[in-house]
């Protein structure tokens, strides 16, 4: 029994040292940062758009103390019947019943109440919008206006109910009886109304981010009263270009996204499968992209700011929850929910297709069809994921914010809302700085790092993340070009959060702080599973502020030729001896290259990188940095 009890108890210790096992975390200051954008701190559905029911004071100081900078307001499939002039929308989802919503309203309690906060809507582009609230179907009526199962049924416009509770109604309501045509100088009037000599006098700067509709490839399932047959994919296009021009003239800054499709299977697929487009098939993505390409070359007039996508993958297990983050941009990543991807290949279904970076290949095309400086942003307007449990869903939250600062995304703004986001995106937009700069851990699938550096470059805030469903982990981090005073730093850390919202405004929310000492700039942190942190630190006045990686570059500590380079780069140093370790990085600090070389010269085969900057790191001893340009 003596020797089991010791078995187990050197089990139980192995088990908690690799539990408290170290990360490494290198962060360079030295690399030009790259800005954020401030409306990834977004939110879907958040005002009241009825004036008799305005939000109260308390409401719009949560939504400051939130530090929300992104409101997408329209409603998603229920703004593609919008009709502004009215002020009524026609709801897909009940019934086709037409009700009240204000977008006058919700817009100017916006601008008086959070004057430097942006507000997106969305254009109509499916061709009607409601005109009345008399031929909706008496719901209340029916059952009290209670959720059943046949409450998809086109019931408004005198229809007859199929009370199996089945999609489809016994008699379809009639569309004409409570819908009007919209054409494109219908829904772009709203700009005039809004923004005219006669109009109502909104602020146009902060009303510059329209959705071009909403999920068009799902529209004979969501506005089958007026698609009962999905249109071609070249019918939509001509309506999303006859809209963006008529916009682009009425408001030449204003911001287009689009195609804004439904989740993952409709990325690649457009009436069930690729668009056949000059005798080649294209994935959906592609060809809308490529489309726009041709038009804006045809025209001379620009038809798309950002490239906006919606996701809502079906993953309920908690492991797979938290490496959602990796959809968008990792092109290592084999999602366990792959399914449209399938497609993506030059067969109809490749089975193995699985790996999903659906936004680095967004912008591959932009770059193949746009070119080099096409200037075309990312957005993901809604997302929502399943579980329940908050501080996996903080981790996500935390991982995709991080990640999305890191890759220069535009916009973000989930549609569902889930314990635990708040407190992360109160985290996040309280102590996020304006710039983000390079970051790499040692354990990069399970715990990450996202620092942002303000514009003075003297105050660096490092987001953490520890995606380990049980397991703490030790960060020690390598900072080059940041040189942080000694002292006592505070950390905002979020763990072990309940299963109750526990936000309520900036000075009562769940984060805990604690104190990590800085001494002769060596700097460590723990993490428990599961947990979201920020440390916001101080450069040392006794360092200089910020180090020009091209002026490493030009020292006698590290040559580096050709630079700009095409097939291989050569580097030397006198001071090179023993093994080095070497890393290139791309200049959103993904790492592309490491190895290890000895000597004092080696070479690095650069003939399969694409074109652009890159950042060379040789460690041995100190770390060296160099900027490199890649031009093919």
């Known amino acids: 029994m003596r020797k089991l009890f010791s078995l187990f108890t050197a089990v139980l210790t192995c088990a908690s040292l690799f539990s408290q096992s170290t990360v490494t975390i290198d962060i360079d200051a030295s690399v030009l940062p790259k800005s954020i954008s401030p409306y990834i701190f977004g939110k879907n559905n958040n005002l009241s758009d009825n004036s008799s029911k305005p939000l109260t004071a308390a409401q719009w100081q949560v939504l400051r103390d939130l530090g929300i900078r992104m409101f997408r307001e329209n409603g998603g499939n229920n703004s593609t019947k919008y009709n502004w002039r009215r002020k009524i929308s ?21 601008q008086e109440n959070i004057p430097s906060a942006q507000i997106m809507w969305a254009f109509q582009l499916g061709g009607k919008a409601a005109l009345t609230t008399a031929k909706n179907f008496n719901d209340w009526s029916y059952n009290s206006s209670q959720w059943w199962s046949g409450i998809g049924q086109n019931l408004a416009g005198g229809g007859t109910l199929n009370p199996d509770g089945s999609h489809d109604a016994l008699v379809e309501g009639d569309p004409e009886l409570y819908l009007e045509d919209w054409s494109a100088d219908s829904t772009t009037g709203v700009l005039n109304h809004w923004f005219g000599e006669d109009g109502i006098g909104l602020d146009k700067n ?32 001509q309506r999303y270009f006859d809209v963006a021009k008529k916009a682009r003239e009425l408001y030449p800054d204003i911001k287009l996204l689009g195609p804004v499709p439904a989740n993952e299977w409709q990325w690649y697929n457009y009436k069930g499968g690729k668009v ?11 060809y809308f992209i490529l489309r726009v390409a041709e038009e804006e070359e045809a025209s001379g007039i620009r038809l798309l700011d950002l490239l906006d996508i919606h996701f809502y993958p079906g993953e309920t297990n908690d492991a797979d929850i938290v490496q959602l983050h990796r959809v968008f941009f990792d092109p290592n990543y084999v999602y366990p929910g792959a399914n449209g991807v399938k497609r993506s290949g030059t067969s109809a279904w490749d089975n193995s297709l699985n790996k999903e970076y659906i936004l680095k290949r967004c912008n591959d095309w932009l770059v193949k069809y746009h070119g080099e400086d096409h200037g075309v942003k990312l957005a993901v307007s809604e997302i929502g994921i399943n579980g329940d449990n908050p501080n996996v869903t903080a981790s996500w939250y935390a991982s995709t914010l991080g990640e999305f600062a890191k890759q220069g995304v535009e916009i973000f703004t989930p549609w569902t809302w889930k314990k635990g986001m708040f407190e992360v995106l109160h985290l996040f937009s309280r102590y996020s700085h304006s710039d983000y700069i390079p970051a790499i851990s040692s354990e990069e699938n399970f715990v990450s790092a996202y620092p942002t550096l303000n514009s003075s470059k003297d105050s660096l805030t490092v987001f953490m993340v520890n995606r380990h469903l049980t397991e703490t982990r030790k960060l020690d981090f390598n900072l080059s070009g940041f040189k942080v005073e000694d002292g006592n730093y505070t950390l905002y850390t979020l763990s072990e959060l309940p299963t109750n919202e526990t936000f309520v405004s900036h000075t009562l929310n769940a984060i805990k702080t604690s104190s990590v000492n800085v001494s002769d700039f060596v700097l460590n942190v723990d993490m428990p599973a599961l947990s979201v942190s920020a440390l916001v630190l101080k450069r040392s006045a006794n360092v200089p502020n910020h180090v020009n990686p091209e002026t490493k570059a030009n020292s006698s500590d590290i040559r580096v030729w050709p630079n700009p380079a095409s097939d291989f780069l050569h580097c030397a140093s006198p001071e090179f001896s023993a093994n080095k370790s070497v890393m290139l990085l791309d200049i959103l600090g993904n790492k592309v290259f490491s190895g290890i070389f000895s000597g004092d010269e080696f070479s690095i085969d650069l ?23 890649v031009k093919k």
Do not use: C
Not at 276 to 286: A, F, P, R, S, T
Not at 607 to 625: A, C, F, H, M, Q
């Open 90 to 110: 026609s709801h897909p989802d009940w019934y086709n019943n037409v009700y009240a919503h204000n977008w006058d309203y919700a817009t100017k309690s916006l």
């Open 206 to 237: 902060k009303v510059q981010y329209w959705n071009m509709d909403n999920e068009p490839e799902i529209w004979d399932g969501t506005h089958d009263d007026i698609w009962p047959v999905q249109p071609d994919a070249e019918e939509f296009m």
């Open 276 to 286: 056949l487009y000059n005798g080649k098939q294209y994935v959906w993505l592609e």
């Open 607 to 629: 003939r399969d990188y694409p074109s652009g900057l890159y950042i060379l790191k040789v460690v041995e001893g100190e770390t060296l940095t160099s900027r490199l340009i």
